[in-house]
């Protein structure tokens, strides 16, 4: 790969645009969770360590290309602040002359925040214009945001048209690492978890890694449309009646390819998703019409973690259940432990709500990695190149 990275780059005394994923939740003026905050932690300091002068920047929400202070970047520069144990400056705005003379004023050492970038159009629509403004606030571009390296944004792409010295921050050396590496050329058994809402939304990962593993699990709500093209009745479970022929090609096409596929056996029954209490478990075959699948049951929690005990490749996407209700959430937690007890493998974890799940059950720090991205982490696991990685190759060519 011919992108450069920030340890091969020499920074001292350099000016360093960094682009970091601070896209976190806010409430009252507080965030609520720092994980991507403290993810861009081992990038900034050693920057700071180098002797650079740091100008961060990045996008919070969806605040429709104008300026809205509830989706001010204010307290994510606090929080940075109270980590990083020095001074983190907030600039009134990401573009203009105002920022521009903050920017030329920096010492190394000193870092500034600059305001949420979708406060202008030209950030979503990698407006040129936009994207040379930005530029001028950085002798080097340092891109450290994964979790939007599927989006082709003027922070993300236009930028390094404009600087010729562009290289990836060590967070999102390690996706590439993990996900384009490891993951591209796995330890064997290779095991993949698929969990979630929707098959329509993974049906391009679902046919990849069928190219890839060994075994494929399966949970989730998207698991009812697998069920139903079984021929069992989900009741009035969320499915997707018109995708029965794809689930039906790939449960052909796992076994041409001799992939196990494993699905549940037995789940867990609800009226709905905010039921107090479930209404017990039922074999596939005995599903009553007015329930509601929420969770994988016993039987298929054994079978799950017994698939998976001797992987030595996991690679997890989708939670298995309605996991925020507790009611609906002992299928999720088993296989996290399960996963999490394997100490002899690399064990991948991606997208939103699976970084939510092992976060809320204390075993994080059991898995090898967790991935930043949910659009970046799937679409890099179909095979995709992701616009800000082909952007950091070309830079400076």
Request: charged content about 25%.
């Amino acid at each position: 790969m011919s992108m450069r990275f920030l340890d091969q780059m020499n920074i001292k005394g350099k000016r360093l645009l960094i682009r970091v994923d601070y896209n976190v939740p806010i409430k009252n003026g507080t965030v609520q969770d720092d994980t991507r905050i403290k993810g861009s932690l081992e990038t900034i300091q050693y920057c700071l360590d180098k002797g650079a002068a740091l100008v961060l920047c990045s996008h919070l929400g969806k605040p429709k290309g104008k300026p809205d202070q509830a989706f001010s970047l204010k307290p994510a520069a606090q929080r940075l602040s109270e980590l990083i144990g020095r001074k983190v400056q907030m600039a009134p705005d990401c573009v203009g002359p105002e920022v521009e003379k903050m920017v030329q004023a920096l010492k190394p050492g000193d870092v500034l925040l600059l305001e949420n970038l979708r406060f202008h159009e030209g950030e979503t629509k990698n407006d040129p214009q936009f994207s040379a403004a930005l530029a001028k606030m950085g002798e080097i571009f340092v891109n450290d945001a994964f979790g939007t390296a599927h989006r082709a944004h003027a922070s993300m792409v236009g930028v390094t048209k404009h600087i010729s010295q562009c290289c990836a921050g060590f967070l999102l050396k390690k996706e590439w690492e993990y996900i384009g590496e490891n993951l591209g050329e796995p330890q064997r058994p290779y095991v993949a978890i698929s969990g979630g809402a929707k098959v329509s939304s993974k049906l391009a990962v679902l046919y990849r890694l069928l190219s890839q593993v060994d075994a494929l699990v399966i949970g989730g709500a998207m698991a009812n449309t697998f069920l139903l093209a079984q021929g069992y009745s989900v009741g009035t479970s969320l499915v997707e009646s018109e995708l029965l022929d794809e689930a039906k090609k790939i449960m052909n096409e796992a076994e041409t390819r001799g992939v196990k596929l494993h699905l549940p056996t037995d789940v867990v029954l609800g009226h709905g998703l905010d039921d107090k209490h479930s209404m017990g478990t039922a074999d596939v075959n005995s599903i009553p019409r007015d329930a509601m699948v929420l969770d994988i049951g016993p039987k298929t929690r054994e079978q799950y973690a017994k698939a998976v005990a001797k992987a030595k490749t996991v690679m997890w996407n989708g939670p298995m259940g309605a996991f925020e209700n507790p009611a609906f959430a002992e299928g999720s937690i088993a296989l996290a432990k399960a996963v999490a007890g394997l100490t002899d493998a690399l064990t991948v974890v991606g997208g939103g709500d699976t970084d939510a799940l092992v976060h809320k059950t204390g075993m994080a720090d059991k898995f090898s990695f967790i991935s930043t991205g949910g659009g970046s982490f799937m679409e890099f696991l179909e095979g995709k190149e992701l616009p800000a990685f082909a952007a950091l190759q070309e830079c400076g060519r």
